[in-house]
C-alpha cells in the first residue's frame, strides 16, 4: 500500500516562514506524495520560492493565480490534485517528519476515510515537538462532531492534522469570501466519513503570528459568523438531533467572539451579533459539557451590552495575543 498523498498548501505573502513549512513536507518520512503550491496573488517573494521548490523536486508544483483567499486556493488544488488521499498544510506551519505516514497508517488499521491529530501552537520551531504518552482509537462521526463542536484538541475545525480520502470533497467545497470557512466544512467532511481515525500524538506545528487572519481585528468579513453559524446549527441539528447543545455551544462560541472585535462605532453590526449570540445563550448556560468560560460569558451576557463588554475584555486581549 503506498497510495499517492496530495499535500495542499495556500500561499499568501510568508516569504519569511514558507521555506520551514516546505523543507518540513519535503522530507516527510513518507516519499510518495505531490505537493500543491497555490501562489494566491502574493506580493512579496512567496512566489519566487514557490517556484524554486518546484524546480528542485519533481513531486512539487506550483501555481499561480490573482489573491482569492485561502478557501479558493484550497477548491483550486483539490479540483486539480492526483491524490489518492489529501492532507492540508498552512504555509506557515511546520509538519513533523511522521505527519502523513502516522495518519496514512491510521487510516488503513481502522480503515476509515479520515485520521485526526490534534496541533501545537508554537513561535519558535525548536519548541516543537511535546513528547508525551500517545493513544490511538476510532470515533462513529456523530461523537466526532461532538467534540468538534466543544472544541476539542483532536477533533479540532481546522483542516490541518489530518489526512482525508479525496472522494469526501466530491459535492463539498470550502465557502468563498467567508470567515470561519473550516467551521462550516469540516464536520461535514467528518459526518460523511462515518468513521474517524485519532492519534493524540501532536504532529502539527501551528505558527502564532500576530498578522494571522483569525487575529486580526474586525472587519466586515467577520460579521459572516452570523450566516455560518446559523447555517451550521440548521444542518447539525437535521443530522443528530442529540447535538443541539454542542451546537448551540458552539455557535454562541463564534459569535460572541466576533462581537468582541467589533467597535463600537458600528453600532449596527454589534447589535446584530448580539442578537444572535442570545439565541444561543441559555443552552450554553445550563450546558454541563460546555466550557465554563463560554458558560461564563453566556451569564455574562445576561447584563447587557455595555457590562459584558467591560467584563470581557481582559479575555478578548489575550486571545488576540494582545498581553
Known amino acids: 500500500m503506498n497510495?499517492?498523498?496530495s499535500v495542499i498548501i495556500p500561499v499568501y505573502n510568508v516569504e519569511n516562514?514558507?521555506?520551514d513549512c516546505l523543507e518540513s513536507v519535503i522530507h516527510q518520512s513518507y516519499k510518495n506524495i505531490e505537493v500543491i503550491l497555490v501562489d494566491d496573488g502574493s506580493t512579496d517573494?512567496?512566489?519566487k520560492i514557490c517556484d524554486k521548490y518546484a524546480l528542485n523536486d519533481h513531486r512539487v508544483r506550483t501555481i499561480h493565480k490573482q489573491n482569492g483567499g485561502q478557501s479558493e486556493a484550497r477548491n483550486i488544488a483539490i479540483n486539480q490534485c492526483n491524490g489518492e488521499y489529501i492532507v492540508f498544510v498552512d504555509s506557515d506551519d511546520i509538519a513533523k517528519k511522521n505527519l502523513i505516514e502516522s495518519l496514512l497508517c491510521l487510516i488503513n488499521k481502522y480503515n476509515t476515510l479520515i485520521a485526526c491529530s490534534p496541533y501545537q501552537k508554537f513561535n519558535n520551531k525548536e519548541q516543537l515537538f511535546d513528547e508525551c504518552d500517545v493513544k490511538t482509537g476510532i470515533e462513529d462521526s456523530e461523537k466526532a462532531v461532538k467534540q468538534l463542536l466543544y472544541q476539542s484538541r483532536v477533533f479540532?475545525?481546522?483542516p490541518h492534522g489530518k489526512i482525508y480520502k479525496r472522494e469526501l470533497f466530491n459535492g463539498i467545497e470550502y465557502p468563498v469570501g467567508l470567515y470561519y470557512e473550516d467551521l462550516a466544512t469540516t464536520?461535514?467532511?467528518l459526518a460523511k466519513a462515518s468513521k474517524v481515525a485519532f492519534t493524540t500524538e501532536k504532529m502539527y506545528g501551528y505558527r502564532i503570528r500576530a498578522v494571522?487572519?483569525?487575529r486580526q481585528g474586525f472587519s466586515s468579513k467577520k460579521m459572516s459568523c452570523i450566516a455560518v453559524?446559523?447555517?451550521l446549527y440548521k444542518k447539525v441539528i437535521e443530522m443528530y438531533p442529540n447535538l443541539k447543545n454542542a451546537v448551540g455551544s458552539r455557535a454562541f462560541n463564534v459569535n460572541r467572539a466576533v462581537y468582541l472585535q467589533i467597535p463600537r462605532k458600528y453600532k449596527r453590526e454589534r447589535d446584530a451579533v448580539w442578537e444572535e449570540m442570545k439565541k444561543y445563550r441559555k443552552?450554553?448556560?445550563f450546558d454541563k459539557e460546555a466550557r465554563k468560560r463560554e458558560r461564563l460569558m453566556a451569564l455574562l451576557s445576561y447584563l447587557g451590552q455595555p457590562f459584558f463588554s467591560i467584563l470581557s475584555a481582559p479575555y478578548q486581549r489575550q486571545q488576540m495575543g494582545l498581553q
Open 3 to 5: 497510495p499517492l498523498i
Open 17 to 19: 516562514e514558507l521555506p
Open 45 to 47: 517573494q512567496s512566489g
Open 156 to 158: 479540532h475545525t481546522g
Open 187 to 189: 464536520y461535514k467532511l
Open 212 to 214: 494571522s487572519t483569525m
Open 229 to 231: 453559524s446559523q447555517d
Open 283 to 285: 443552552t450554553v448556560i
